[in-house]
């Protein structure tokens, strides 16, 4: 807001001084108080008072109120200059070896203290007394973090000299990644915004653990920890409207405001702080301003003009970038200089004493006061944006340059500068070598280390791998879906799912661990039932009667729910998925989250989020409703998903599965259950659910294996002379694969055995291991896929038929031991039935028998005339575009 012009100093000074009175004698509240009156009356009486989201350019706690550092000052900066040190060394000795490995120097440099004093001061590791704080660490900070676990003796040198280089063991993780790193990163964060988004539902999670009396989290937080220039991503600031409805006090974010992104100035023409101030507080969040260090304070103090403020709140951040990246002469002239009057101010003090003047997020007194006060609010998140120089120490070769991000070089006259200034023991002729320091065992330093980790109950990042194993429960308890469906009765696998997931609710060993998440869907997929019998978390309980409270399903909200319905949100639904997916390492309590979603938006929409959610090796369901190109047929292009399988096969320990019938499901499920709950396999599952109506069969006898594995015979043609083929398929599509074995008899005399295909994607898993045993060990008998040895004792060639992409069901081509021919859906969806999709995308019955006919043709087993007199009978148009080009 432009500063209003004060025509009456006078009066002004009147009603200051009142104020002043007010907060002097009566407090802060009551002065409060009284401004929301005159607020309030002005508003009434006509007058525009536009609301105004940011408060002056200074430091949100004035000192007199700041919580006073505990703690030796001395030996944590020295401590802390140590990290800084090592962080930069094992950056450089990993340039030494030119491997072209990167790394980044400047912008841990420009975060230390906002670590240390975490580590120092707050962070709780999980110990028998407390569950543990969650800390979603910036990832390209982690140079940093490693450093201090080297000074705590939790790696080596040997480790730090492997950064960056993994493939050989030795080596440590680029970023954090609990992959890679599985006993210490717990959260990944490097892609840019999943950090924040991560962890507000993080935070939400916990509060929904404790109110279901599955976990005591309440003295547990979670601080999450990003750059400035981060948040301009939209999953930064997407839910903090959320953490703010739910009061998450438990949640404490950490923006580094260091002025400078990648290329350049984040907000080079204003001021980064003041735009996130406006943005968090008119969010609801309590925000906390760490601009100025301790320096300031006289000068700040003795401001009674208000010069000093006048000019830190004009000057952008451009040039409060170009001043750190200059020097104590170049601040004099170009800050304080601006005014003769403010320059004059500052005629007493040297070039280094302005030099020194610091910036809040470098002040260990700033910064922990910041956090005493955001620990201790009650009622709302907290945000603190400290502001700080990226390549803080690095001197001319980074501190405030444009070019500071990419910096990993440091020639050794500015490594001797950064020697001194953080008072480094190493000997000048050392330098070269950029060794690493750790104080002796016996050191104040090293015992001080000590004492920290004994006072929080052990080392931060840990990571829990292992929590306790919940029994899976038997295939027996889903027997109601290992049943024919019976006479007349047509249900959709959606609805075998959610009969499913009925009876595992009431599982009385693993019924309340499951977490049912919907992104207001519910009723789509006919889960409304749930509602009731289980409620919708809310941390509020229900402050209303609903509107359909006479009904059976009525829509129940309540503290104890289960249900998390999280809005139109995928985004955010999916970070509750991850929260609760690893809930067994961060709380040490299993969940079984199924998230039911829009086939579509998920992997699609969310795919970094499903990426990461590998990373950080989750164990759940995702479930992909309504899928199929052709399936969910009258929603048209944004809808019809014909890929999914596709994305969910590029992450490694992502299991997939597009069953048709309800069996394929309940073993799916109960399988996955075994393996994530039971055996605690770092997997999680996707599983394609329809909306298409259908009988059921019953689970053949011992189907149970391949339906898992991905490929089981449903029907054999029996042992009729003449042509035959095998016809592959999965989902909704089987089916028509199921009816062109018909045609295939009763038409052109072909037999036709006919698989199900619940996953192309485990089957090429299947299949490249094979191969890849079979490349290293030549001289050994062959091993063969499990494609091959389905097809083995089989006759002719195969045909593929699925609602998915050719590339789907082409995956397995290298062990399909004959001919193959796959049809899929490429190209944009549409709208219309069904039966007009899959002839328009090729791949309904007729164009199954099609394809055998015409690779029986080109086997010379069948007269290729039968394929032009199968075009004709079934009407099929030759010259018609092909469907992924209209
Ligand atoms: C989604 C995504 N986009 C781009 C990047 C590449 N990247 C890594 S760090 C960085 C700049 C970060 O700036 P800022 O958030 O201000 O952090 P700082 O290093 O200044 O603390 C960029 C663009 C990324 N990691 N993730
Ligand atoms: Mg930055």
């Known amino acids: 807001m432009e500063r209003l012009q004060d025509i009456d100093p006078l009066e002004t000074r009147e009603w200051v001084d009142s104020l002043e009175a007010v907060l002097e004698v009566e407090g802060p509240e009551r002065a409060h108080y009284i401004l929301e009156q005159l607020v309030d009356k002005a508003r009434r009486s006509g007058a525009y008072l536009p609301y105004r989201a940011n408060t002056a350019y200074l430091n949100t706690i004035p000192p007199h109120l700041e919580e006073p550092i505990p703690g030796d000052q001395g030996i944590e900066h020295r401590l802390r200059s140590f990290v800084r040190w090592n962080a930069v060394a094992m950056v450089l000795r990993g340039g030494k070896k030119d491997l072209e490995l990167g790394g980044h120097i400047a912008s841990y440099a420009s975060a230390a203290t906002l670590y240390d004093v975490g580590f120092n001061h707050f962070w709780n590791a999980p110990s028998e007394n407390h569950g543990g704080d969650l800390i979603y660490m910036q990832g390209h900070s982690a140079p940093g973090v490693y450093a201090r676990a ?30 890679l790193m599985p006993d210490f990163w717990q959260f990944p964060t490097v892609s840019m915004g999943l950090g924040p988004i991560q962890a507000i539902y993080q935070a939400r999670f916990l509060r929904y653990l404790e109110h279901r009396n599955m976990a005591k989290t309440n003295d547990r937080h979670v601080w999450a920890f990003m750059g400035d220039g981060e948040m301009d991503e939209p999953e930064s600031l997407g839910a903090i409207g959320l953490a703010a409805r739910e009061g998450l006090d438990n949640l404490i974010f950490v923006v580094n405001c260091n002025l400078q992104r990648l290329d350049g100035p984040v907000r080079g023409n204003g001021k980064i702080i003041q735009e996130l101030e406006a943005d968090f507080r008119g969010a609801g969040w309590n925000v906390i301003k760490v601009i100025w260090g301790s320096y300031w304070d006289p000068l700040l103090a003795r401001d009674n003009d208000g010069l000093l403020l006048k000019r830190m709140e004009e000057a952008v951040d451009g040039e409060y970038q170009k001043f750190k990246s200059r020097d104590g002469a170049y601040v004099r002239e170009h800050f304080f200089g601006k005014y003769p009057e403010l320059k004059a101010r500052v005629a007493n003090m040297s070039d280094e004493d302005i030099w020194r003047l610091n910036r809040g997020g470098h002040d260990p007194h700033k910064v922990y006061a910041a956090y005493a006060a955001a620990v201790k609010h009650s009622g709302q998140p907290t945000v603190i944006l400290a502001k700080t120089v990226k390549g803080y120490g690095m001197g001319a070769v980074g501190e405030g340059k444009n070019i500071a991000h990419q910096q990993k070089k440091m020639p050794e006259q500015a490594l001797r500068h950064f020697r001194d200034r953080f008072n480094i023991p190493i000997a000048d002729d050392k330098l070269g070598e950029i060794p690493y320091f750790r104080p002796a065992e016996n050191s104040p330093e090293a015992k001080y280390l000590k004492e920290i980790a004994a006072a929080r109950g052990g ?40 009969r499913l997931l009925t009876a595992l609710v009431r ?121 199929g190109r052709t399936t969910l ?254």
């Open 459 to 498: 080392s931060i990042p840990q990571r829990r791998r292992k929590s306790i194993s919940l029994p899976a429960p038997k295939i027996d308890a889903f027997k109601a879906l290992l049943e024919p469906t019976g006479e007349g009765r047509e249900i959709s696998t959606t609805m075998a799912f959610v």
């Open 633 to 886: 047929n009258g929603e048209g292009l944004q809808h019809e998903d014909g890929h999914s399988h596709i994305l969910a096969g590029t992450i490694p320990n992502c299991v997939t599965y597009d069953p048709t019938f309800a069996y394929e499901v309940a073993v799916i499920v109960q399988d996955g259950l075994r393996r994530m709950v039971e055996e605690q396999q770092d997997v999680f599952y996707y599983i394609t659910l329809m909306n298409e109506n259908y009988p059921h069969p019953g689970l053949p006898e011992g189907a149970t294996e391949g339906i898992l594995k991905g490929m089981y015979k449903l029907s054999d043609g029996g042992s009729a002379k003449g042509p035959r083929v095998q016809l592959l398929g999965s989902g909704t599509i089987l089916r028509e694969v199921i009816a062109a074995g018909e045609l295939l008899k009763s038409d052109w005399g072909v037999t036709a055995d006919v698989w199900s295909c619940p996953s192309f994607n485990e089957l090429r898993r299947d299949g490249i291991a094979a191969s890849r045993w079979n490349l290293l060990h030549p001289a050994d008998k062959p091993r063969a896929a499990y494609v091959e040895q389905c097809l083995a004792g089989t006759k002719g060639p195969v045909v593929a038929s699925t609602d998915y992409m050719r590339s789907y069901a082409d995956q397995i081509r290298e062990w399909v031991p004959r001919r193959y021919k796959v049809l899929g859906t490429d190209g944009f969806g549409r709208s219309d039935s069904r039966d007009n999709l899959r002839r328009f995308f090729e791949i309904d019955r007729h164009y199954v028998v099609l394809a055998a006919l015409k690779a029986l043709a080109e086997d010379g087993d069948l007269p290729a005339a039968k394929v032009a007199e199968a075009i004709k009978k079934y009407g099929i148009q030759v010259e018609r575009p092909a469907p992924w080009t209209v």
């Open 150 to 179: 080297f000074l705590e003796g939790r790696l080596t040198e040997e480790q730090l000299d492997n950064f960056r280089q993994e493939v050989d063991g030795k080596g440590i993780a680029s970023y954090p990644h609990p992959w």
């Open 507 to 627: 599982d009385k060993t693993i019924g309340k661990h499951v977490v049912p998440i919907v992104p207001d869907e519910s009723r789509t997929f006919g889960m409304e039932g749930l509602f009731r019998q289980l409620g919708i978390y809310s941390s509020v309980g229900q402050l209303y009667e609903p509107e359909d409270s006479d009904q059976l399903m009525f829509y129940k909200e309540d503290k104890n729910g289960q249900i998390l319905q999280e809005g139109i949100n995928e985004a955010g639904a999916l970070c509750s998925w991850m929260a609760a997916a690893t809930s067994y390492s961060n709380s040490n309590v299993p969940m079984i989250p199924f998230f039911i979603f829009y086939s579509m938006f998920g992997f699609q929409r969310c795919g970094d989020l499903t990426w990461a959610s590998g990373d950080l090796r989750a164990r759940g369901f995702l479930l992909g409703g309504t899928a």
